[in-house]
C-alpha cells in the first residue's frame, strides 16, 4: 500500500510520516554521490593548492554539498610553534618527517569525522601530497572507511607566476611574520627545492591510470582529467575549467527604485520612479569613471533592470535567471498584505527564510540552483557589470563572500548602491559606494522572536550551502615540540618568529539579447 505522506508547510515538500525509518543519508546535501569524497590536492609549494582549495569549497558549500578544507599545513603550525627554517622540510630531516607525518594522519582523523559524524559530504585534503607513499597512505585510509578520492594536482613551472604567489599569499604567513621579505623569499624559494628532490607526479598513463583525477596545468592552460567516477566530479571538473586567476571587478547592484518599491509591493514587473531614473544616469556617470575594458552589462528580464542598463549607453545581455525571486501567490503584494491575507506563510517565512517557499514560487534555496549558471560564467568573465534585484544579489554575495544559508536572505542590498568585488588571493574584497540618490529602504530585518527552525543537518531533502568553516582546532600530542627541539638543534635558523598562530581565515547576441 502506498504510504500517507505529509508535506512540509516551510519547504512545500512531501515528507513520510515521522515514524517510517527513511534511507539512511549522511548530510543535509543533495546526494551526488553514494558515498563522501575526499578531495586530495597535490604540487608543489606555491602552486595555488590552498587557493583552490578554498576557492572550490566555497562553490560547494554555495550549490549546497557541506564541504570543509582541511589544511595540513595549519595543523602542522599548530604543532610547531615555533618555525625555524627550510631544514624542517628537507626529505633527510627524519624528526621532522615524523612530526610532519603525525600532522597528515590527524588531519586524516579529523577528516573522517567530518564525513562519518558531523554530516559532511566532501572532505578538502590540503597538503602538497607529491610522494606516491602518502598519496597511498590516503587512499588506504579513504578504502578503509568507504570514501571515494579525486584527486587535483596544480603544475606550473612560470617562475613569474610562483613568485607572485609567494609575494602575495607565503610572506604574510605566520612562519615569515618577523622576517624581511627577502629572507622569506630565499627561505621559502629553498623550501620548493626539499619538496622538488622527491615530487612524484601524478601518471595517469601508467601507475595512476585507476585514479580518479584532473591535472590543471599552468594556471589553466590546459588540463588533463582521468576517470571521473561520478557526477559531483564531473562539476569539480566543469567549475575548474572556468575559474581563472586574472585580475577584474565585478560590480553588483539593484535596479533604480521602482514604482512598486514606493508602493511597498514585492514582485511584480514596474518600471522606474523617477529617482529610480535618476539613478540609472548616475549609474552611468558611475561606470564612465571606472573607465573599465570590455565592460560587460548584465540584466535581468524585468522592465526595471532593463530600464536601468538602457541608460548606461552600452550594449547588454539579458539573463532569465536573473529574474528577482518568484514570491508565487504573493506577487504585487505588501508585506501588510501578505501578512492579512496568508497569516500563516507570513509567519512560516520569517522562521526559516532560506528554506521558506512561496506557493506556486520559489525559496532562496530554489534561487540558488537557478543561479549557478551565472556564478560560472561570472567565474569565466572579467569586468562584470550585474544589474539585478535584492534577493538575488543576495545569493551572488553569499558566494563571493562566503555566507551561509542563515544569513544570506538577510545580507543588505540597498537601492542605489554599487558593491565592488575585488578578487583577492583568498577571498573577495568588497566596496559598497552609494550614488547619492536617495530611496526607499526595502530591507527587513531578521525579526528577533523568528523561532529557530530545525538543525539544517537533519533535514530530509535539504540543500544547505554552509560556510567554509575552519578546521576545529583539537589538541595535538605532546611529543611534537620534543621533535621539533630535536630538529631544530640540527638546524641553522635563517628566521626565528615568536610564536604564530594559525592565519585566520549559445552565444548570446547584444543588446537586447535573453539568455535562459
Known sequence: MPMELTQSRIQKIWLPPDNHPALPHRSCGPQLTNSPTVIVMVGLPARGKTYISK????????????????????YRREAVKHYS?????????????????????????DVKLYLSEEGGQIAV???????????????????????????????????????????????????????????????????????????????????????????????????????????????????LMNIHVQPRTIYLCRHGESEFNLKGKIGGDSGLSSRGKKFSIALKRF???????????????????IQTAEALDLPYEQWKALNEIDAGVCEELTYDEIKEKHPEEFALR????????????????????????????????????????QAVMRCLLAYFLDKSA???????????????????????RVESIFLNIEAVNTHRDKPEDAKKGPNALMRRNSVTPLASPEPTKKPRINSFEEHVA????????????????????????LGKACLT
Open 55 to 74: 576557492k572550490l569549497t566555497r562553490y560547494l558549500n554555495w550549490i549546497g554539498v557541506p564541504t570543509k578544507v582541511f589544511n595540513v599545513g595549519e
Open 85 to 109: 627554517s627550510y631544514d624542517f622540510f628537507r626529505p633527510d630531516n627524519e624528526e621532522a618527517m615524523k612530526v610532519r607525518k603525525q600532522c597528515a594522519l590527524h588531519a586524516l582523523r
Open 125 to 239: 585534503f590540503d597538503a602538497t601530497n607529491t610522494t606516491r607513499d602518502r598519496r597511498a597512505m590516503i587512499l588506504h585510509f579513504a578504502k578503509e572507511n568507504g570514501f571515494k578520492v579525486f584527486f587535483i594536482e596544480s603544475i606550473c613551472n612560470d617562475p613569474n607566476v610562483v613568485a607572485t604567489n609567494i609575494m602575495e599569499v607565503k610572506l604574510s604567513s605566520p612562519d615569515y611574520r618577523d622576517c624581511n621579505s627577502a629572507d622569506a623569499m630565499d627561505d621559502f624559494m629553498k623550501r620548493i627545492s626539499c619538496y622538488q628532490s622527491s615530487y612524484q607526479p601524478l601518471d595517469p598513463d601508467n601507475s595512476d591510470k585507476e585514479l580518479s583525477l584532473i591535472k590543471v596545468i599552468d594556471v589553466g592552460r590546459r588540463y588533463l582529467v582521468n576517470k571521473v567516477q561520478d557526477h559531483i566530479q564531473s562539476r569539480i571538473v566543469y567549475y
Open 287 to 305: 561606470v564612465q569613471e571606472q573607465n573599465l575594458k570590455d565592460l560587460k552589462v548584465w540584466t535581468s528580464q524585468l522592465k526595471r533592470t
Open 350 to 389: 520569517d522562521q526559516d527564510k532560506y528554506y521558506y517557499r512561496y506557493p506556486s514560487g520559489e525559496s532562496y534555496q530554489d534561487l540558488v540552483q537557478r543561479l549557478e549558471p551565472v556564478i560560472m560564467e561570472l567565474e569565466r568573465q572579467e569586468n562584470v557589470l550585474v544589474v539585478c534585484h
Open 406 to 428: 542563515e544569513e544570506m536572505p538577510y545580507l543588505k542590498c540597498p537601492l542605489h548602491t554599487v558593491l565592488k568585488l575585488t578578487p583577492v588571493a583568498y577571498g573577495c
Open 486 to 509: 630535536a630538529a631544530a638543534s640540527a638546524a641553522h635558523p635563517t628566521c626565528m618568529p615568536q610564536e604564530a598562530p594559525a592565519q585566520l581565515p549559445g552565444q548570446p547576441v
